[in-house]
């Protein structure tokens, strides 16, 4: 069974520094993984989607990164922000069809002036 | 934004009721899934739906059933609700295998006393 993993569980850092949050899945078996960013009482916000067959994706600040092979995957944040203040979700799509996603916990970040 | 809405936002019920929470999209997408949110497990699939009429159970599927009659709206029903259901329930939409982001609703927070 596919478990996901997210390290840390919390973050608190001062404006401007870099980031690096960490997710682990114990089936490298994946079709995709997907970075997602959740706000106090939101729905999920899609930020990054890296297909099994790719490295890393990057968009402005973030970049995320995936190594298939030892079952993990990055996203660095480059100078954060107080408004990247958030909770970060990693999900994973198994191989096989239907795009079900598998959750990890989520790496709740606060990022103070 | 991608174009899902969930109705009720908000809703309190008694245990013992039954009760339907809707979603409905206007992206035309094929796959629709229901998940979900609780404190320390992350989100959970309940059921999807790779077609209409066509769906299947997730993860934590006992105690709920879904209904497909059209493309663009997907509800899932509690057909007893229990005290254990009170949760943060997201619909979510994806198209093809997997090439394409999967996005979310806002939530529907369902209190069941």
């Known amino acids: 069974k596919q478990e996901v993993t997210q390290i840390p569980a919390a973050l608190s850092v001062p404006e401007g520094e870099n980031l690096v949050l960490n997710c682990s899945f114990t089936?490298?078996?994946?079709?995709?993984l997907q970075w997602f960013r959740q706000d106090p009482g939101k729905g999920l916000t899609s930020l990054l989607l890296?297909?099994?067959?790719?490295r890393e994706q990057t968009s402005g600040r973030l970049n995320a990164s995936l190594d298939k092979s030892s079952g993990r995957s990055t996203l660095y944040i480059a100078a954060s922000q107080p408004g990247d203040s958030a909770t970060y979700l990693c999900?994973?799509?198994?191989?096989?069809?239907?795009?079900?996603?598998?959750f990890g916990a989520g790496t709740r970040l606060a990022v103070h002036p | 934004d991608a174009g899902i809405t969930q109705s009720p936002r908000h809703k309190v019920t008694e245990t013992g009721t039954p009760v339907t929470l809707r979603c409905h999209q206007t992206e035309n997408h094929r796959y629709m899934y229901w998940y979900r949110q609780d404190p320390g497990h992350g989100l959970r699939l309940i059921h999807y739906s790779y077609g209409v009429k066509d769906t299947d159970k997730g993860e934590v599927s006992d105690g709920y059933s879904v209904s497909r009659s059209k493309t663009e709206d997907f509800l899932l029903t509690l057909e007893s609700a229990t005290s254990s259901q009170t949760s943060v329930y997201f619909c979510?939409?994806?198209?093809?295998?997997?090439?394409?982001?999967?996005?979310f609703g806002q939530g529907t927070r369902l209190t069941v006393v």
């Open positions: 999900a994973v799509v198994l191989s096989g069809g239907y795009n079900k996603l598998i």
């Open positions: 089936d490298s078996a994946i079709y995709n």
């Open positions: 890296i297909q099994s067959s790719q």
């Open positions: 979510a939409i994806s198209d093809l295998a997997g090439d394409t982001e999967a996005f």
